[in-house]
């Protein structure tokens, strides 16, 4: 069984940076296709940045583009979220997930994805 764990989440100021790092467990994430999602108080999971399994083939929304990096080591079983010039707006729980999709695969939908980590909360403030 997939275990995620996020972490790297805390308090910022806009316009800084933080890593978020999401490692698994129980087996290896070579056979996954990645995802990172957040979610604001009140509002959907929306999904944020994706990652294919072999070529390593990225999405990001418009809201992120630009600003957001995601990237994987499968040696270290881990998966990274980079955000720069983080905003307000951003602040929100930011979860990591993992679907069984084949290679070059990726979506966006949170119901796609089976596995998920606890979640690291993110706040953007001055």
């Known amino acids: 069984q997939l275990q995620l764990v996020e972490s790297g989440g805390g308090l910022v100021h806009p316009g800084g940076s933080l890593r978020l790092s999401c490692s698994a467990s129980?087996?290896?994430?070579?056979?996954?296709?990645m995802a990172w999602f957040r979610q604001a108080p009140g509002k959907e999971h929306e999904g944020i940045a994706c990652?294919?399994?072999?070529?390593?083939?990225?999405s990001y929304p418009d809201s992120v583009k630009g600003r957001f990096t995601i990237s994987r080591d499968n040696v270290k079983n881990t998966v990274y979220l980079q955000m720069n010039s983080l905003e307000p707006e951003d602040s929100a729980v930011y979860y990591c997930?993992?679907?069984?999709?084949?290679?070059?695969?990726?979506?966006?939908?949170?119901?796609?994805?089976?596995?998920w980590g606890q979640g690291t909360q993110v706040t953007v403030s001055s």
């Open positions: 997930a993992a679907a069984t999709f084949d290679y070059g695969i990726m979506s966006a939908n949170p119901y796609e994805y089976a596995y």
């Open positions: 129980g087996r290896t994430l070579d056979y996954y296709a």
């Open positions: 990652i294919s399994r072999g070529e390593r083939t990225t």
